[in-house]
Structure formats: structure tokens, C-alpha cells
């Protein structure tokens, strides 16, 4: 909702642009020469109140968490995991949608890019565009800050779903695609 004091004119006055709907902004006058200026929060910024707006430390902690889960538990070596093994790799003996997406993250926190992609190519495109939407989510909710979103169409995120399983359950389990294959993993060793 639009608040506005009353040396306001109805119409913003002349020169001033028009408050969105929902603005937590307001047209002040300033002097007596009919200059208005605004006060407050930027224009079609949503910041929610209450707790509910630091939600996204809530997934910062999370992922923190994962990182530092992986960090002391290295995935790319032999000895097995507090998780256990990949599911998918013990029924079906073949590399899953997810599979080495645990080491894809070793991979990248340790710098070795080459590696990662080799681990789960699809997920590492995908990271990029996923910590950007996390950053500036972030700095809408917590400090009122609008970042340029990101804006792609539905369905390139469905294309990204159907191609994030095809290449992880399909395409990596193809001849031809032995350097995408985790072929050393082994059921009971981990992801």
C-alpha cells in the first residue's frame, strides 16, 4: 500500500514519478516550492517482517552444513561415508541422477574444475545460477537490497530437470561417455 502525506497532491505532483502498489515508500514535501522527494525503502522491494524475513539464513546454515560435511568427509577417496552408500548405485549398478554430486562439491571448493565436471557436469552449470538466486534473495529479505533477477522462462527449468536426470541416469551410463562415468564407485563406498 502506498502511503502519502497530505501536502501530497493526488496526482505525485509534477515531475514525480509514480509509487508501485505495495511501496513501502512516501512523497515528502520539501519547501514550500512544491518539490517532492521519496523517503524510505527502495521502490517493489518485497522485504517481509517478522522472523520470516531472515529465512534465508536459515538456508545459508544449511548449506554451510554441506559444505563442511563434505569438507571433512572426503567423498573422492575409498573409505566409506557416515551417510553410506549411493542407493541407486546398490539396487541398480549404475550411476544415478545425483550421483557425484558430493564429489562435484569437493571438487569445486578444493579449485579443481576439471574434476567437477567430470563428477556431475549438468550440477555444476546449474551452480552458478542457483548460489546467485540464493545471494539475491538474500539481500532482498535481510537488508532491503534489489539485485537484477534472474529471469528465465519455466521452461528452461524444466529443459534444466529433464536434462539434470537424463544426463545423470542415461547419458553417463552410455559407451561413449566413459569420462563422464564414476566408474570406481563401488556399492557401500559412498557417493
Known amino acids: 500500500m502506498t502511503t ?10 509534477p515531475g514525480v514519478a509514480a509509487l ?3 511501496c513501502a515508500a512516501r512523497l515528502v514535501k520539501r519547501g ?9 525503502r527502495v521502490a517493489g ?13 536459515v538456508v545459508w546454515a544449511v548449506l554451510a552444513g554441506v559444505v563442511g560435511f563434505v569438507l571433512a568427509n572426503n567423498p ?21 541422477p545425483t550421483c557425484g ?12 574444475v576439471v574434476n567437477a565436471a567430470r563428477m556431475h557436469l549438468v550440477a555444476l552449470i546449474g ?23 534472474l529471469r528465465l522462462r519455466w521452461w528452461v527449468y524444466v529443459a534444466y530437470g529433464i536434462v539434470f ?8 551410463n552410455l559407451p561413449g561417455f566413459e569420462w563422464f562415468h564414476i566408474d570406481y564407485m563401488q556399492p557401500g563406498i559412498g557417493l
Not at 32 to 40: I, L, Q, T
Not at 127 to 149: D, H, I, N
Open 101 to 112: 554430486g558430493t564429489r562435484m562439491v569437493w571438487y569445486l571448493l578444493h579449485g579443481d
Open 45 to 57: 522491494v518485497y522485504r517481509p517482517r517478522g522472523s520470516v524475513r531472515f529465512s534465508p539464513l
Open 127 to 149: 551452480t552458478p545460477f542457483a548460489l546467485y538466486m540464493l545471494v539475491q534473495w538474500s539481500a532482498e529479505w535481510l537488508f532491503g537490497l534489489r539485485l537484477p533477477a
Open 4 to 13: 502519502s502525506n497530505a501536502a501530497v497532491p493526488p496526482d505525485g505532483g
Open 165 to 172: 536426470v537424463v544426463y545423470g541416469a542415461v547419458l553417463r
Open 20 to 22: 508501485p502498489s505495495g
Open 32 to 40: 514550500a516550492g512544491g518539490v517532492y522527494r521519496r523517503v524510505g
Open 76 to 96: 573422492a577417496d575409498r573409505n566409506p561415508d557416515l551417510l553410506g552408500g549411493c542407493g541407486w548405485y546398490a539396487m541398480f549398478g549404475t550411476n544415478g
